[in-house]
């Protein structure tokens, strides 16, 4: 006896499913752990597109359409199944067992899967970059360069040591970007 939901699903309905599936339609990728706990997770996607009998997906690559093995990992803990309501109501309220990728809402998800919903719609587009008055980006540059100059006390572990330099150049460098685009605007106002 298995724990899996989709442990009665066949080779043949999976690549019924999938072969048929075209751009916008849902996927579901099974990612197993082999005997940690939880056992397996599922991720709902977003089918980004398909040709020769590959489904392309954003988040997890590309897959057969026929077996559901990862293109590149064939022997991977990957594999598409197809998405059904028993998976997600396998993993009700736990994100760690069932979620989603690229911004989909699970409402989203559930809809397709009862049927109110043909395709999932595409993923919310991001928040424009915020805009900095002058003043705003001296201030946030000021405090990225402290920021940077304090990062440079080294650990025991080169690594972190490393990486804490790099993201605080990373935020200086965007800071000074963001200086120099409220100064252009400010010359641009006058």
């Given amino acids: 006896m298995t724990d899996k939901p989709c442990a009665d699903q066949t080779p043949e309905q999976l690549e019924a499913y999938y072969r048929a599936a075209t751009e916008g339609e849902l996927a579901c990728v099974r990612i197993d752990h082999g005997g940690h706990l939880p056992s397996s997770e599922y991720t709902f996607e977003r089918i ?7 489904v392309y997906l954003a988040a997890s690559g590309s897959f057969y359409a026929g077996s559901g093995k990862n293109c ?44 109110r919903l043909a395709k999932l719609p595409p993923p919310a587009a991001p928040p424009p970059p915020p805009v900095y008055s002058v003043e705003e980006a001296e201030a ?3 405090a990225a360069c402290v920021a940077y100059e304090n990062a440079d006390i080294r650990a025991n572990n080169p690594r972190a040591y490393q990486r804490r330099v790099s993201e605080a150049r990373e935020y200086m460098l965007a800071a000074r970007a963001d200086l120099e685009h409220a100064r252009e605007r400010a010359k641009i106002q006058d």
């Fill in 48 to 54: 980004m597109g398909g040709r020769r009998g590959r």
């Fill in 140 to 142: 946030r540059y000021a």
């Fill in 72 to 115: 590149f990992h064939p022997k991977g803990q990957r594999r598409l199944v197809v998405p059904t309501l028993a998976i997600l109501a396998w993993g009700e309220g736990d994100r760690h067992r069932v979620r989603t990728t690229q911004g989909q809402e699970m409402d989203d998800v559930r809809a397709v899967l009862e049927g």
